[in-house]
């Protein structure tokens, strides 16, 4: 168990100075503790695309310096006079938001990630105090009680973190959707995403098949649980699967042809977008009227799903293949991110971040 000592307003951090600079050892501010607040010192922190598009502000602009980083696990080093859902010592994790207005329809409903006002970030985002959030390259965070994970103790400490952006990004629409048993679901991409979506979807008794660019990843593909395995570079890929899916889980986040994935799918089948390209993608909507097709996007999932996602991994022994880095890697782990070579997620060890 790792404790670097007493609760410091000021923490270490690693942070991006402008769209076009890498990411530098800095220190940020941490809010005292709260009566709902718990503080959690981080363990360690995966890295998502997700980080990388915003620092770069493919998204649009951001405030700089900007502190990314949403899968985060750690430890519970202090807790609110209020606070009942965790206690010191407590393995956590926080996820890609940190707060929502708790009143919509949405978040009444366990849909926090789609709350009507807009969720809080847990980095770039406007908090309750007017500052903007920052994420988990560093060695502290402090959370709002409600939007802390408990991680079981059969999910290693390392692998736990991609599990709460990659796991729930692919783990709520498989769900959503009923993957399972009798369904014909298709992951494309084999990335930090994609290799999620194949253990889960295998988990829940789909029958999966991998369309990746190409055959490199197919060993372990179809050592994740994928059933087939196809390469999109193949044109006649797309010719003998016609009208073959139920569902098609999107993860990458680079421009592909819709149109020529919607083809795929069987009768009321559905295509869901869970990667996010930096620009607009064309849709030709006659596609998706055969075969009473539908085109979706899905994101995270509310916090009552996340941990419905923590223990199903749990119990079935899911776990991200995950490739440790030192902080003075990250810019590294960036490029290699963005010219695919990882397999599959870096995770950072928030110990250096000290």
Same mark, same amino acid.
């Given at each position: ?23 530098v ?18 363990a ?29 696990v ?46 809080t ?9 007017? %500052?903007?959030?920052?994420? !988990?390259?560093?060695?502290? /965070?402090? @959370?709002?009680?409600? $939007?802390?994970? +408990?991680?079981p ?27 399972g048993?009798?369904?014909k ?42 059933d ?44 869901? %977008?869970?990667?996010?390209? !930096?620009e607009?993608?064309? /849709?030709? @909507?006659?596609?998706? $009227?055969?075969? +009473? ?9 509310g ?14 022994g ?37």
């Amino acid at each position: 168990m790792l404790f670097f000592g007493a609760l410091l307003r000021t923490v270490n951090a690693y942070a991006a100075p402008s769209a076009t600079e890498d990411l530098v050892p800095t220190t940020i501010e941490r809010r005292d503790v709260g009566p709902k607040d718990v503080e959690i010192e981080i363990a360690y922190a995966g890295i998502c695309h997700s980080d990388i598009h915003t620092v770069r502000g493919d998204w649009g602009p951001q405030h700089y310096p900007l502190t990314v980083g949403h899968e985060i696990v750690g430890v519970v080093t202090e807790v609110g006079a209020e606070v009942s859902k965790h206690k010191v010592g407590d393995r956590v994790g926080v996820g890609c938001m940190v707060n929502s207005c708790r009143e919509c329809e949405n978040c009444k409903a366990g849909e926090e990630q789609y709350c009507l006002k807009g969720n809080t970030g847990t980095y770039g985002a406007k908090d309750r105090d007017g %500052s903007i959030t920052q994420g !988990g390259y560093s060695t502290h /965070v402090v @959370v709002d009680e409600d $939007f802390v994970l +408990r991680v079981p103790e059969s999910i290693s400490y390392e692998s736990a973190a991609p599990l709460l952006c990659a796991g729930i990004t692919t783990y709520s629409p498989l769900a959503h959707w009923n993957a399972g048993p009798g369904k014909k679901v298709a992951v494309v991409g084999m990335g930090g995403l994609g290799h999620m979506a194949v253990k889960i979807a295998h988990a829940m008794g789909a029958e999966v098949t991998v369309l990746s660019q190409t055959l490199s990843k197919k060993e372990d593909g179809l050592k994740f649980g994928a059933d087939h395995y196809y390469a999109t570079n193949d044109e006649q890929t797309f010719k003998d699967l016609r009208n073959t899916f139920d569902l098609i889980i999107n993860t990458v986040s680079a421009p592909i042809d819709l149109n020529s994935y919607f083809k795929l799918l069987t009768l009321d089948g559905t295509f869901v %977008s869970v990667g996010a390209p !930096g620009e607009p993608l064309p /849709v030709t @909507v006659f596609t998706l $009227f055969s075969n +009473r097709r539908s085109f979706a996007g899905s994101t995270i999932g509310g916090i009552r799903e996340t941990q419905e996602m923590l223990d199903f991994c749990a119990e079935h022994g899911i776990e991200p293949e995950t490739e440790l880095i030192e902080a003075n890697q990250i810019n590294d782990a960036y490029e290699r991110v963005l010219k695919s070579d990882v397999r599959y997620r870096f995770v950072i060890d928030a110990k250096t971040f000290a």
